[in-house]
């Protein structure tokens, strides 16, 4: 980013090079243009320029170091100060600055528009806020001075976010780490967290964390208020990489098995390739199949909200946020709180349902066991359409019941109909999947 300089002002760059080739490095900011010759003999050569900004001069631009051969070369101490004295400019380009403890105020204020632009457009953000790699080493014994410094300075860090970014409801809960070693102790840190944070967050944010492998015992903390996992559908998963619903109903009930009655969420998912890369296939489902599923399944199939995905950018490209209205429209208005998973089933063997029931009413997901993404999207087959299906609910008290039947691609009402036997429901004609609420008149 540009730094910014005071114009009618000198300044001072400095900094050491060094190579074991003979080669020269030529250093180029702004109008200033400086040649520094290296040698294996020579060791470190430092550099001193001198030079004062002009009239219209505020920010200093690029600094480019160009090496004249394929020589291998070393830089260190790079400094930008005013000749005069003053504060250090370029201190991001210190390599062995502190890695914990100093928050960069651009990318503070980066994150700053980003609540904002949540709150302006109705979203809630899980803030993901303690960079693992910077404190994995010191968290793998617990009685050591490194683990309590870790727990000293990731509470530090959670106060400075609380003081800035603390204030907005639009941040639904603190995310301490992105994938961090399941298999470090790290159950007196979040311990440490939530005392730390009980006392200093009035509002009193959800707080999680996620890890690279499944967790029962995260799960389970009393110190972590979300329960979450990541989840990648990868060709070296075999039949667990074509079948998204069966995928995401084996996720969601192993969080309801170890969090039974805490907020879970599938907090990343998609398609990868075996190395844990963008998939292939994502540009060979244009209308999002495997998203558009994915949503409706992982929020009747047991977890507390649909699943998040991870390839943003190939996903911005493809337009996928209107998949995320119809179910929204449908939801509207719906609470799931109070319900067991459903029983209900279908005449149909090739057809799945999901949802949650009370004695009074049934919110249902029914789809096509065999309109998986991978026969659409690999096969290329079109789903068929599903024709004189009934459905049975079980455990519902007597009585008359409406039934709203949804379109699951356009979010609207298919058809209104009056039943008084809920054990033998007919289902409207449909393809891939439909969606329904039951309940008593």
Known sequence: HPVAIRPNTGYRLTGRLGSDKATTVQIQFGRENKTVALDSATGWVSFDHRFTTQDNEQS?????????????????????TEAAGGPELLWEA????????????????????????????????????????LYMGDLKTVDSDAYRTAVRDAQNLLRYAVARWGYSTHVAAWEYFNEIDPGLPTVPFYADMAGYLDELDPYRHLRTTS?????????????????????????????????????LIEKSDWLRRYAPAKPALIGEF???????????????D????????????????????????????????????????????????????????????????????????????????IYDRSATWSSRIIEKKTPATITDAHLSI?????????VEWWDTRSGRILQQ?????????????????????????
């Open 60 to 80: 200093l631009g690029s600094i480019t170091l160009m090496i004249r051969d394929a020589a291998p070369v070393w830089l260190d101490g790079l400094s930008l």
């Open 286 to 365: 244009p209308d999002c199949i495997h998203f558009e599923t994915s949503l409706w399944a992982a929020a009747f199939a047991g977890g507390s909200g649909t699943t998040l995905f991870w390839w943003w950018d190939q996903l911005d490209r493809q337009k996928v946020y209107p998949h995320y209205r119809p179910l929204a429209d449908y939801l509207r208005g719906v609470s799931f709180a109070g319900m067991k998973a459903t029983a209900a089933t279908s005449c149909n063997p090739f057809l799945g349902v999901l949802g949650y029931q009370s004695d009074s009413a049934a919110y249902l997901w």
């Open 394 to 402: 079980l455990d519902l008290s007597a009585g008359n019941y409406s």
């Open 211 to 247: 890890t690279w492998n499944p967790c029962s015992r995260d799960c389970q903390l009393p110190a972590l208020d979300i329960a979450q996992i990541h989840h990648y559908m990868r060709p070296t998963d075999k039949d667990k990489f074509l079948d998204q619903f069966a995928v």
């Open 417 to 441: 109909t009056e039943v008084n036997n809920p054990r033998e429901i007919p289902i409207p004609p449909f393809s891939s999947d439909i969606a329904c609420k039951f309940r008593m008149k």
């Open 94 to 133: 210190d390599v062995n600055r502190p890695a914990r403890g100093a928050y960069n105020q651009i990318d503070c204020f980066m994150l700053d528009e980003v609540v904002r632009s949540a709150e302006r457009h109705g979203i809630y953000l899980m803030l993901c806020l303690i960079t693992r790699d």
């Open 270 to 284: 998609g398609l990868a390739d075996d190395k844990w890369g963008l998939s292939p296939y994502l540009n060979q």
